[in-house]
């Protein structure tokens, strides 16, 4: 049975925090929060990337871009509390400027998540760890 958009996507606003939180669990630092206040776009760039990887996935189409920043900004809530809604206005701020570790990030995370979904199952899976990395400042 086909599952329906509205029903893949609260799907995805389940489980890709949990997906995300495990490379959370195992970094120094699970907040998007950057010293002197700022936030970790590399970080935060990861994160949008790899939700928008997901939905490529789950849709096998373009979709609809105003949909899929509401539930990243969904996703960032889960994982943050209200923090991710600032999470989600930096992220859409970014998008609209050039920032290059964003940009990077957000590359990062949407090949991550694309050998990721490629190699499930398989002997010698990909495990995404991307984020630990640019949480961790590496």
């Avoid at 002197?36 to 790899?50: D, E, M, P, S």
């Avoid at 930096?90 to 590359?107: E, H, M, R």
């Avoid at 010698?124 to 984020?131: A, D, I, K, Q, Y």
Wanted: glycine residues 10%.
């Amino acid at each position: 049975m086909k599952h329906s958009e509205d029903e893949q996507r609260k799907f995805l606003v389940k489980t890709l925090p949990e997906m995300l939180a495990i490379q959370c669990g195992l970094a120094e630092k699970t907040t998007l929060d950057a010293p002197g206040g700022n936030i970790n776009r590399r970080a935060l760039g990861y994160v949008c990337g790899f939700c928008e990887a997901a939905f490529q996935v789950a849709w096998k189409q373009k979709s609809d871009r105003d949909k899929d920043q509401a539930t990243i900004a969904e996703i960032l809530i889960a994982m943050y509390g209200m923090r991710g809604s600032e999470y989600m206005n930096d992220a859409l701020s970014c998008i609209n400027q050039p920032d290059t570790d964003f940009k990077a990030g957000l590359v990062n995370g949407g090949q991550e998540y694309i050998q990721w979904a490629r190699t499930t199952g398989k002997p010698n899976s990909f495990v995404p760890m991307g984020l630990v990395k640019h949480l961790n400042g590496w």
